[in-house]
Nanobody, 120 residues
């Protein structure tokens, strides 16, 4: 299973970006899909989670600004980021909880990350 993240870049404060992360390979089902981020010198932190049924949860520091969504038919998760701040600068990673076959156990898979830089 591979996760390919895209959509990062350089944006001015107050701007928007949309990240995408597509899972490919032998996949029977995907449970939770998440976005994490890691800023220089800091630990990786959870940004947002979405369940297979569409329930979402957000870190307090992104509530009201970021929106996580998914397309189950495409095995893809998105992160719409609005009103970006310099402190949102980080490498953003996607994570998916995947069952590779019917009755198989769930395992976590990670994308390689995409850089988001918020600067004027």
């Amino acid at each position: 299973v591979q996760l390919q993240a895209s959509g990062g870049g350089l944006v001015q404060p107050g701007g928007s970006l949309r990240l995408s992360c597509a899972a490919s390979g032998t996949i029977f089902s995907i449970n939770d899909m998440d976005w994490y981020r890691q800023a220089p010198g800091k630990q990786r932190e959870l940004v947002a989670t979405i369940t297979s049924g569409g329930r979402t949860n957000y870190a307090d520091y992104v509530k009201g600004r970021f929106t996580i969504s998914r397309d189950n038919a495409k095995n893809t998760v998105y992160l719409q980021m609005n009103s970006l701040k310099p402190e949102d600068t980080a490498v953003y990673y996607c994570n998916a909880e995947v069952a590779r076959w019917y009755g198989g156990s769930l395992a976590d898979y990670w994308g390689k990350g995409t850089q988001v830089t918020v600067s004027s």
